[in-house]
């Protein structure tokens, strides 16, 4: 069944904006007065979507009523999605999913760890693809992906001495938790990711490869790349990290993949497993803390221990502590003459609607 959008539209003449028009300060209050619990969730589909445009308007028109907060992107191509959704709304956000073919039955992927503040807004994008990959999908067939392995699968290809796994996500995703024994690929963008493999994977061609990602889409892309370039056995976890986890959980597997997953909402991390294996950028401690620089002009992500945080005031040099402390205008000044000279630690910096929530989150916490 269709839901009817013109019903709507005519009850009230003038048409809401198909956009969010509020600052963070008043999302942040409305997220925190809600009376009831929020699921985070994520999912994504490689299908053909005609007239995206006015696909985008009316499903903005449609969640937005449904109280649905996140990050979507809609293409040609697919759908990918990190939401959350009022928990009483749940049955109907299914509901509105099933009334179009194209996204019937899509499976997702509950967060594991979820206190319901990961997303501040609902921001829905048309985009010339679902996942920034920079390759042209006409060169290859992107329809011939991988095996899809579940956890029980997964954890049994890892004993295989010719298994090669793989970790298709970013530098600072896998440092922070990864499958024992997997390549980890220094990329920071996707697109770097898929030059890296081939790099990295060059004469494995027989070799089994196992990859992963957070929740499957990036492997969808990569699997069929890696396919196209003459490696014949290609898999990929079903449903990523996540359902892994879940998995894991469940059927009381034992849990191959060691410290914890990076999501790219508020919550910046799920823990997975207990162990932390990664360290403080600054002091070499065991840590798997991501943080932003405190100071707005760096604001890079990296890793800081609590004692450090303390320390460096949440920046990540001396540098940074020192223009967090002057004048708001003159830290203005310094930002548009050197902007982004601060980044120590990692050339690589999370997209800033990513950070700021985390900023935001972390004021909530520490009240
Ligand atoms: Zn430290
Ligand atoms: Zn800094």
Redo the contacts with the bound molecule.
Sequence with gaps: MEIRNDSQKSKTQKRKPLHNIYDKEALRKRLDSEAFRRITLSFYRYVILEDVKSLRDRLYEEWESLGVLGRIYVAREGINAQISVPSPNMELFRANLESRAVFKNMPFKIAVEDDGKSFLKLDLKVRKKIVADGLDDDSFDVTNVGNHLGAEEFNRHLEDKNTIVVDVRNHYESEIGHFENALLPQSDTFREELRLLLELLQGKEDNKILMYCTGGIRCEKASAWLKHHGYKDVNQLHGGIISYAHEVAEKGLESKFKGKNFVFDGRLQETIGEEIISTCHQCGSKSDRHVN?A?PG?H?LFIQCETCTAAFDG???EE?KSVLHLPADKQKEIRKGKANE?RFFTKSRIRPKVSDLYRIQKGSESA
């Design positions: 620089c100071n760096c890079i920046c990540c040099t940074c601060n």
